[in-house]
């Protein structure tokens, strides 16, 4: 350990170099943050993005997806390693990508059609990128993107991204004729990754997804060559997500600022109509009175410190309309309970869709189903299957806002559920902006809005629950107590007749009738 | 071998002759003439029963509660007793069959056990109800049922023959004459075994024919009991001494209450010097909750003679100290309204001062003969 | 003797007259002289450590290891016995300063008991040590050091007049004769009282003077051994019938032993049919691993009469499941020595291969007089 | 619920809006991902970030660092909200930035001097830039940043910044003359938080921070002017953190590429030797031999798959030396006991610093310090404090490597370690690479590389507290011992007397002489 240390004044002789890196730099640099840390997980987090991208492409064009999957070895597989090289393949019947955005959307980190307010599965626009640059710095081969809009032609990319600058490299190019007018993508690369490690994960995940999207039909074939099929359960599909303006509880100074440069509007109640969710005329006259803000003000000609106020404005203001849930697509009563009957085949199902509801301007819905019996096994606890649109969320369940609510929030014995019963929760929760507290997608910050949502579902399927329950317990009652009248009233004729010191016992079957007829109001 | 013993009965002879000649007056009570109302009462309700099913009714049985809010203190009688509340059970209510039904089997039950002269255990009783398809759950629930038959007919469970298991003993100059078949006419005195005599049927059943003691001691500890026997304690305090081992069985406190009130002697009960020996001498002075139902089990001339709190103190006794449940319990027996007279009162408050406790076998650090040497005698004086 | 007696209880003298002609012949052992010894070994054990510090050492003693490798189970003897293995405890060792303090203070307090003689229960030693500043941390301690005084003078702890709470009783005809004072040379019949008669001091240290009986009942419940007498079955079997009151303490198994080895009568034990039953059962035939360093408590010659689990079976009992806890104990049992022979072994796969237990109250569903006159004859037959 | 769904095939009409967003715009539009999620925690945060920031840039120069905080209430207070507007100023003696690069350092996301392979606190680039970027799109107001490298001048720039395009807009600038020869860097801005809320946890944050930085002077001065002063406890200062070259054991394809394209070696030998961190000519050699590449072979000329051959002999290879730790800069023993002293005026303190490893060719090193009473409360557990690169973790301290393996992995009961003893650890890990699992650096991963290390480090800490604690006990044992013979020898002379029915009792004076001498040896 040294002693010397500068303490005084006097030149520093700066050494440092300064430079800027690209998003794909970084994002490279700092992978684990994206979920491709180490084979096993960056194999599970490939497969779960690409899949998710998939199922994307063909829900906001009301499609009905059938993906396939396919995972192969490819090389040597002689020695024991920790990685192994695969090819991923994956083809989905989605609405397919403008070949001018092909090479971009799948080689150029931060860009993509996913920056939008509208509930989507993918919410940083990272994904299906990090996975390509993941192959390609593990195996250094090129990425093949196939795919086509369903008009005469399908397009094929051959390509690499160059991290350094964030830009695809175009190897190769080839435009295919489409004579059956097949709209799609494929994707198809090589990855290290270990696939006997990942595989429970890579199966549960298929699983949870077939649950939640039962109109899906999704194929996965493993390395081994086993195929699993999760079949499509409806044809039945929600309506796709739509884009939404941004509400005026969720706007900050910055937000402001880009509406109005974007704007051409030029007074302020024509702005404040025009752009953003829930304001029309009426309640943006209103809003302008209470902020003291002139109707005829040029948005353009605010100055900073006036901006700053209407943000401060719109948040105190207490008479705009909640967030409109239009702009949501949730599955429904009648889907999420068919992925439930379909997975856990239960002797009991209900399931409940709160009424929209919203946090910090971001409009969001929550689902809650229940099943008991049939394939779920009793546990000490409640089970617990958590999406968030549409997509299972698999990891970090104790920290998860509806176990929270699960275990702190409910008095289970109100609702006459004991312990060790074969009960599981499905709760699902879908927003343009789903608060994650990674960007691995792995679980959901405690907001207090979205707490007294589940909170609130949850109690309403229990209650149903208990009534199930407690009708099942009824018939079982009423077979008993006629069973018990019939046993012991002889007995009592006899042991009084016996301690009486009477010979002729009384006459009963008068009583016996009487009880089977009367019986049920006499409890 | 035959000669040295009749020299040997015959000092004892002389002895049984001494305590003959100071022997007291009995009020005696004739055992049997009891039997024979407990045969007439069991009839009887046999009796209501068959009448209500041959009109056609749903048989049913009227009771006094023996709910908390039914229990009330009697102040007079220094007691518990049940209130004006009754409950009826009908065996028209589905959860009232089974217990209807039991309760006439039980009742039919001793009713032959009786005119057999046969006694029985509790648990037998729930043994025996799997014989006749009128099974008990667990042994808690054919008790309550012995207990709901007492309280229906108002006699006690012995009187129908049912008893404990024996954990109390009994001995002294107390000569008693049995009742039990094979025994009747033969006397016995209580001090013939000096490892104490068990009460049990037989004892409970007897008569008592003469003593020359003029107290009765009632202790909570065995090794007390054996103390005073062996310090001779029961001569020198001309004393009819009693083994409750803890908590006295119902037959003992009935036959501590007889042997005040048929030999009119004074009671006095020694027990450990915590909250769970008083209440064991506050029970056989004015009854349990338990059985407010009964009224021959309480003996509320009795006196506690301690240990007190203020003995601890006093004769610096080896205490430890009161645990959170002691301290609970001295409480919750402040509101109770059997403790509001002296000397419970003060020394509830003297146990939560001080906040130590003792048991008997404590007297032992001072030598086995300091108890009967020192401080029975100061007791017995002050009391 | 006779004539006197005639008169006090006339009608007891025929039945006494009746016994006596079939009296049997008794080993007498006194218990007088027994006494004597014990003294002397207590003396002589003090001379030994007053010896030691007079040379200038820390004293110590020498005595047989009670470490389970040193409890070996003698086929010859039938019942366990400490092996050669010793332990030497040392007053200059840190660990052993206390308890050898604690044992010689224990020896001269028994030499004091006995001397008076005057008996004392365990929980009285406890106390009494803290009058001579060699408290023990708790009653498992004074307990645990008296055993190590058992082991070092070879003498039981009712030797040197410590007893442990009675429990157990006794009944039937055996005429027995007191050594304690204030009794000595005082006879009773063991029939006088029908509820029994405490084991306690006075019965264990008293001479057995003449018997008509011809076999030993033991029997573990209360229930049970009510029911005997009741339904005499102490003269239908010419028993004398003990109660045990569950595991037996060691003063109700000496008198066992003597009862076998001075009168020659059989023992029969009657137990609960379980694992626990059968343990109690083989504690009094083969003594308890506890008890290694004693010879006189084990009566190798008696016999487990039941309840067998081919019993249950047979008898078709009201019957329970085995608790796991049973099955463990049951399975632990299949290790142990003490029941390789048969009906151990038998049973306990039948018990295992059965899987039910049974109380000896469940006799009762068949009426109360059926395990008289079914079972007993019956199983006594076969035995 | 809709019925109809697109099923066959032919067009699909994408009109997908596709485009690219900056990495500035990615990090507002998420950036609760950075720890900018409510005012509390933005609050807590931007403090967090910019101190680090300052203490690197003292600590690279080994200057002592003096570090001023103000945190001031600006405008109305009266209303009770969620958040206040606070002006943030922090002044460090570091070694400043060159004027030019001012901006860019503080106006644009993923530019700076970070992304390089040494030991710093900030291992992303990003936190202080976000501080400012919350700042602005809450206050809508530009930052003030004032710095020298100690030269006659300093430089003020006024910026905002350009969120769309990722770059800083300068507002304003000056020159000023810098006669004392200054160094450092002064960072001045508006943000909207909540510091009533976060108070508790800024603090323990600076409390920490103290502990292991004992050579740093950090002052606090809160929103209600009180002074909360962590004084300087040593002036030896670890030598600074080098920058390192990558171990071969971490490389990937892309970084081989990089260093190839930057390298002028024309043969692999050369090229092996230069560019590599442990690999000197006799071990380029021996690999490459192992590899079956030619020497002078030009790395230049190398195909694809020959350099995906090289990153998968590397990583096989079994000879190369482990990371050498000189680019480290550990605390060390003496440094982190005079700050545990310092915090918490232990009875007792044992510090251990383990020899360097690595995990995925990154070198680490990990120090671990166990204290016992003064200042520690006794707890059921062991109180832990977790620090990485110098920094506190607070959060998350479950999930946390080192909380695993003091509950799960360690038998603390050999250690004579009961619960409720007053008993701490302090575990500090630094590498060029902290394997933090967010962005928020809040709890680091359980890489079994190093938890094997933290697990070494604790066992022989924990040794030492073993002995502290025996020690203490046998005193009083020893005094004990003798009271107990004194007590009970006499009375085993008294009552054997007694017993023997002699008169005279023996004298055991020359037995406890004895005891007192020879006392210890026995027991």
């Not at chain 1, 690499?160 to 435009?175: F, G, Q, Y």
């Not at chain 1, 301007?361 to 099943?371: Q, S």
């Not at chain 2, 039991?102 to 109800?129: C, E, H, M, P």
């Not at chain 2, 939560?352 to 300091?370: H, I, P, T, W």
Request: charged share 30%; aromatic share 10%.
């Amino acid at each position: 350990m040294s002693t010397k240390t500068t303490r005084g004044k006097g030149k520093v002789s700066n050494n440092e170099e300064y430079r800027e890196i690209s998003p794909a730099d970084f994002f490279y640099r700092n992978r684990d943050l994206a979920g491709f840390s180490n084979p096993t997980r960056s194999l599970y987090s490939a497969i779960r993005e690409l899949l998710e991208n998939s199922l994307d492409a063909c829900e906001l064009y009301k499609i009905l997806p059938n993906i396939h999957i396919r995972l192969s070895l490819e090389g040597d597989t002689e020695d024991v390693k920790d990685s192994y090289t695969y090819r991923i393949r994956i083809m989905d019947n989605g609405s397919g990508i403008p070949p001018e955005h092909i090479p971009s959307s799948f080689g150029q980190i931060l860009f993509g059609s996913k920056y939008r307010l509208r509930q989507v599965r993918g919410t940083f626009g990272l994904g299906g990128k990090m996975a390509i640059l993941y192959g390609q710095i593990t195996t250094n081969t090129p990425a093949t993107i196939i795919s086509s809009v369903g008009n005469g032609k399908s397009y094929e990319f051959l390509i690499r991204i160059d991290i350094l600058k964030n830009k695809p490299e175009v190897l190769n190019k080839k435009v295919h004729k489409n004579k059956i007018a097949w709209h799609g993508t494929i994707v198809d690369f090589l990855l290290d990754g270990n696939y006997v490690r990942a595989m429970p994960r890579v199966l549960e995940y298929l699983r949870q997804t077939a649950l939640v999207n039962p109109y899906a039909e999704i194929t996965f074939i493993d390395p081994s060559g086993r195929l699993y099929k999760f079949e499509r359960v409806t044809f039945v599909m929600p309506e796709p997500p739509k884009e939404t303006l941004p509400h005026p509880y969720g706007c900050d100074v910055e937000l402001i600022r880009r509406i109005i440069s974007a704007s051409k509007c030029t007074d302020m109640l024509t702005f404040m109509s025009t752009h953003f969710h829930r304001i029309g005329k009426k309640t943006a006259q209103r809003f302008l009175t209470y902020a003291k803000i002139k109707k005829k003000t040029n948005p353009h000609k605010l100055n900073s410190s006036e901006i700053v106020h209407i943000v401060q404005m719109m948040k105190t203001y207490g008479d705009f309309l909640p967030p409109d849930a239009s702009c949501l697509s949730p599955l429904g009563k009648d889907l999420l309970g068919a992925g439930i009957k379909k997975e856990l085949n239960p002797e009991f199902i209900h399931v409940e869709q709160r009424k929209p509801s919203a946090y910090s301007g971001f409009p969001f819905i929550v689902e809650v189903g229940i099943a008991y019996g049939g394939d779920i096994p009793a546990s000490s606890g409640i089970i617990l299957y958590r999406f968030a649109n549409k997509i299972p969320l698999i990891y970090d369940e104790a920290s998860d806002i509806s176990r929270k609510v699960i275990n702190e929030g409910i008095n289970w014995r109100y609702y006459k559920i004991a312990p060790n019963l074969p009960i599981a929760i499905i709760s699902h929760i879908c927003s343009t902006k789903v608060p994650y507290m990674t960007v691995g997608k792995e679980f959901i910050a405690d907001r207090p809005e979205i707490e007294r949502e589940i909170k609130a579902a949850i109690k309403t399927v229990a209650r149903y629950m208990r009534i199930f329950l407690s009708r099942k317990n009824r018939i079982e009652h009423e077979r008993k107590r006629i069973d018990l009248f019939a046993r012991y009233l002889p007995k009592v004729a006899k042991f009084s007749t016996e301690l009486a010191g009477k010979k002729k016992i009384p006459d009963i079957e008068p009583l016996l009738r009487s009880i089977r007829r009367y019986g049920k109001k006499e409890d | 071998m035959a000669k040295k013993r009749i020299k040997r009965q015959s000092s004892k002879k002389k002895r049984i002759k001494r305590q003959s000649s100071k022997k007291k007056r009995i009020k005696r009570q004739s055992m049997k003439k009891r039997k024979e109302m407990t045969l007439k009462k069991l009839r009887s309700f046999g009796g209501v029963l068959y009448n209500q099913l041959n009109k056609g009714e749903f048989p049913w049985i009227e009771m006094p509660s023996r709910s908390t809010s039914n229990i009330l203190y009697d102040d007079r009688l220094k007691q518990y007793i049940l209130g004006k509340k009754h409950v009826k059970r009908s065996s028209r209510n589905i959860r009232h069959i089974r217990p209807v039904t039991q309760l006439v089997w039980t009742a039919s039950f001793a009713y032959t056990l009786n005119k057999q002269g046969k006694t029985s255990t509790l648990r037998d009783i729930f043994y025996s109800a799997q014989a006749f398809d009128v099974p008990f759950k667990n042994q808690q629930e054919s008790d309550n049922i012995i207990t709901d038959l007492e309280t229906v007919l108002g006699f006690a469970r012995e009187d129908f023959n049912i008893f404990p298991e024996e954990r109390s003993q009994i001995f002294g100059d107390l000569t008693i004459e049995y009742t039990v078949p094979g025994y009747e006419g033969n006397s016995l005195n209580l001090t013939t075994h000096p490892d104490g005599l068990a009460i049990g049927p037989a004892l409970t059943t007897s008569d008592f024919k003469s003593t020359k003691a003029n107290k009765i001691i009632v202790i909570e500890k065995g090794a007390m009991f054996t103390r005073l026997i062996e310090e001779k304690a029961f001569k020198k305090f001309k004393a009819i001494l009693i083994h409750t081992a803890g908590q006295p069985p119902r037959s003992t406190r009935r036959i501590i209450r007889r042997l005040n009130k048929e030999l009119g002697l004074p009671v006095y009960i020694f027990c450990d010097g915590d909250p769970w020996g008083m209440a064991i001498a506050i029970t056989i002075i004015c009854g349990s909750a338990n059985a407010a139902h009964l009224k021959e089990l309480a003996t509320p001339e009795a006196k506690w003679m301690g240990l007190y709190s203020s003995d601890i103190q006093k004769y610096k006794l080896p205490s430890t100290k009161l645990k959170v449940i002691d301290i609970k319990r001295l409480r919750d027996m402040r509101k109770d309204p059997r403790y509001i007279a002296k000397p419970w009162k003060t020394q509830i408050t003297h146990f939560l001062q001080n906040k130590r406790k003792c048991e008997l076998e404590a007297f032992s650090r001072y030598g086995l003969d300091y108890v009967v040497k020192k401080y029975l005698p100061e007791k017995l004086n002050r009391l």
